[in-house]
């Protein structure tokens, strides 16, 4: 599960996971869709791209 908010800024970033996983799962790059979801903050796309990261590792074992 991602995170509700940012640990940094405190930003909502649960509600925007399911595009962000939907889009890059379509070949998009995940840059791309942070910026079109309005995440400009480091912190912020950091949540994304290390819990992808997370879950690909995760991912044979569920
Ligand atoms: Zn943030």
Same mark, same amino acid.
């Given at each position: 599960m991602i995170p %509700? +908010?940012?640990f940094t800024c =405190? &930003? %909502?970033i649960a /509600?925007?996971?399911e595009e962000y996983k939907r889009r890059t799962g379509e =070949? /998009? #790059?995940p840059?791309?869709?942070l910026d #079109?979801? &309005? @995440?400009v903050r480091y912190c912020c796309r +950091?949540? @994304?791209l290390a819990? %992808? /990261?997370l879950v690909d590792t995760m991912a044979p074992y569920q």
């Open positions: %509700v +908010r940012c =405190g &930003k %909502v /509600e925007s996971w =070949g /998009e #790059d840059a791309t869709v #079109d979801l &309005k @995440f +950091r949540m @994304f819990h %992808v /990261e």
